[in-house]
């Protein structure tokens, strides 16, 4: 979390430093501690630049949106959500100015190091920055002027999506090149490799990949969260409408990148082992173990208040009343899965505690504190929430059009989207089918553990193939149930339970288990809801959605959720940031001063808890802003 923002003004630090006449490793902010004053800085930074760059990806996608269906609402929606933008740029480019100021003079020996390796990345930075900020407000204060050539506008958001993704992979670039240095010989622990070496280090691409649906996620949380307080404050009926259709959106982008966040999630957490396996025990079982559980109740909260603000939903929706009677059991599913998926594996348990259970670990509750049950669990929470988005979906549809009539274009579309499904199913399963153990590290005795793996994926593609079957025997809701039903299964009591055996006999190849559920999981979402869209396709529906018509109570879920979110987003960054320890540099550049420890989770959770506050507050102001401008226009 130390090092993104703003640092084309590195080159003149560096300049100023190499001419002074004492050369001190570390300074403090006023005597105050110089690494918590970096870590608010660059919190705050992180917090504005994951909005920054998560409301472009679905505000040109929401006004793409408009101009397919000729819709008004959507880009109304699509221009709130880039006032949103605007209002809190200027606040994130202060921050970075703040930041760079912040890293060169109170850690110059750092920066030296990192200035000698990145340097030149520093001033690309600078270039694309400059290239955000002239097309951001283009793309912004030529809306109305470009009304009529939205080819151009919405290309000029694309543009924008594009260099935000470029900023954000060379500043992702310094963060994870301290966490895995690559380029350095071993003898002298110099830097010898070039620039790129630097760049693509081990965990850049997947910490983009995890920021990339992280941004989504937060972004779409704070859109949800302003359309909350304006649906709340309206004192028109159009407005309640419209806020509680944006507050809705919000919250549905937010959900639908939340469902594919804990495998990226997992991905860089399997990438972090891989490259020191030190790192990654103090990750998921050392001195982070205790701050991991705390982050899955971030993540289970997330998807819990997800579902309830959606089955709240459907009290606006003609019709949905018909399905009320399964909440029950998903509430059930999910409050159970969110038990076990944030039960540790070790309690901090006192000497007569641990004699009176027998030992550090409970004789039952201990499996699921190990990955086998997380994994279990979390993918049925995912499938718990896709079902209510279904739910939710199909709640005012009465009469529907049989597949048979859809025409060719939804036949051709279905066999598209369910063919790659059902392609890459087959190909991870013939990849764990003649996957050798040597490249595991296990010995050749153990490859009759993968064999049970890759017939689950078999049968995976065989469901898909009958589901399509199905639909296009105009029979697609037996199709998505049998489909549905199979992914449970496979993925939450085949390979679920199946991951206690490989972890005991064959550890390594549990991280494939993890794939293979994670890929079965999102092949029956992209099966199913392709289905889903054409089989209802042009339906009759009992009534037109009333929005509008939501209690408070929804919207004060819509807020929880964005603290909820907010607070998350915290704790995973100090996660990774601190799973250095005593390094600057992992391994390189030792952190030789006073602050060389890791802080305790109480001292992070205040940290965070101030970082989260001073956001709100800052970002209310910002929006307090924007919304003077547009009372002046209207005036």
């Known amino acids: 979390m130390f090092l993104s923002g703003i640092v084309f003004l590195g080159g003149v630090f560096s300049v100023f430093g190499a001419g002074a006449q004492e050369i001190v490793d570390y300074r403090t902010f006023f005597g105050f501690d110089p690494r918590t004053t970096v870590w608010i800085i660059a919190e705050l930074h992180l917090m504005f630049g ?138 002298t622990m110099k830097f010898t490799g070039t620039l790129m070496d630097a760049i693509w280090n081990p965990l850049w691409n997947p910490l983009n990949l995890h920021r990339i649906l992280g941004n989504a996620v937060f972004g779409g949380y704070v859109a949800g969260a302003y359309a909350a307080v304006k649906f709340l404050t309206a004192q028109t009926e159009e407005d309640r409408a419209h806020y509680d259709w944006m507050g809705y959106v919000g919250n549905f982008i937010a959900i639908v990148s939340l469902l594919f966040l804990p495998f990226a999630g997992y991905y860089l957490g399997r990438e972090v082992y891989s490259f020191s396996p030190v790192m990654g025990n103090n990750m998921m079982g050392g001195a982070f173990s205790w701050t991991f559980i705390i982050q899955a109740i971030g993540i289970g909260s997330l998807l819990i208040l997800g579902n309830f603000y959606l089955w709240m939903g459907m009290g606006r929706i003609p019709g949905a009343e018909r399905y009320q009677g399964f909440i029950k059991f998903i509430l059930f599913i999910l409050t159970l899965s969110f038990a076990i998926w944030l039960t540790p594996h070790n309690l901090p348990l006192s000497s007569g505690e641990q004699l009176r259970m027998g030992g550090q670990y409970h004789p039952t509750l201990k499996f699921f504190g190990l990955m086998p049950a997380k994994n279990a669990v979390i993918n049925f929470m995912i499938l718990g ?166 209690s408070a109570v929804s919207q004060y879920v819509l807020l929880t959720l964005f603290i909820v979110s907010l607070l998350t987003m915290g704790i995973m960054g100090f996660i990774r940031s601190g799973l250095r320890e005593n390094w600057h540099v992992y391994g390189v550049l030792e952190d030789t001063s006073d602050w060389a420890f890791t802080p305790t989770n109480l001292y992070a959770a205040k940290v965070i808890a101030f970082c989260a506050l001073t956001f709100i507050l800052m970002m209310t102001v910002a929006f307090w802003l924007s919304e003077l401008g547009e009372k002046k226009k209207v005036k």
């Not at 151009?152 to 670039?173: E, Q």
């Not at 499904?421 to 553990?449: C, T």
């Open 50 to 187: 994951a909005f920054v760059l998560g409301v472009p990806m679905f505000a040109v996608t929401v006004e793409y949106v408009g101009v397919l269906t000729g819709e008004e609402r959507y880009d109304r929606l699509a221009k709130d959500f880039t006032r949103l933008l605007s209002a809190s740029f200027a606040l994130t480019a202060a921050l970075g100015g703040l930041l760079t100021f912040a890293l060169f003079t109170l850690y110059p020996k750092v920066m030296t190091f990192m200035s000698g390796i990145f340097h030149e990345s520093f001033y690309i930075y600078a270039f694309f920055f400059f290239g955000e900020t002239f097309v951001l407000y283009f793309y912004y204060y030529s809306w109305d002027r470009l009304k009529n050539r939205k080819g151009i506008h919405i290309s000029a958001g694309i543009l924008l999506n594009l260099i935000g993704l470029i900023i954000m992979g060379i500043s992702n670039s310094w963060a994870t090149y301290m966490m895995s240095p690559s380029g350095i010989d071993p003898e």
């Open 385 to 550: 929430t896709f079902f209510s988005f279904l739910l939710y979906r199909r709640g005012n549809i009465s009469k529907t059009i049989p597949f048979s009539q859809q025409g060719g274009g939804a036949k051709f579309w279905t066999l598209i989207f369910t063919g790659l499904a059902f392609a890459s199913i087959l190909w991870y399963g013939e990849y764990l089918w003649n996957l050798d153990p040597k490249e595991l590290d296990l010995p050749p005795e153990k490859v009759e553990f993968f064999s049970l793996a890759a017939w689950c994926l078999i049968g995976q593609a065989f469901f898909i193939a009958v589901a399509v079957a199905f639909t296009f025997k105009d029979q697609g809701k037996i199709g998505q149930a049998i489909l549905f039903t199979y992914t449970v299964i496979n993925t939450v009591f085949i390979l679920g339970i199946y991951g206690f055996v490989v972890m005991a006999e064959a550890s390594p190849f549990l991280r494939n288990i993890a794939v293979a559920q994670w890929l079965s999981m999102l092949s029956c979402i992209i099966a199913v809801l392709t289905i889903d869209i054409f089989i209802f396709r042009k339906a009759e529906h009992m009534g037109a959605i009333r929005w509008g018509k939501m």
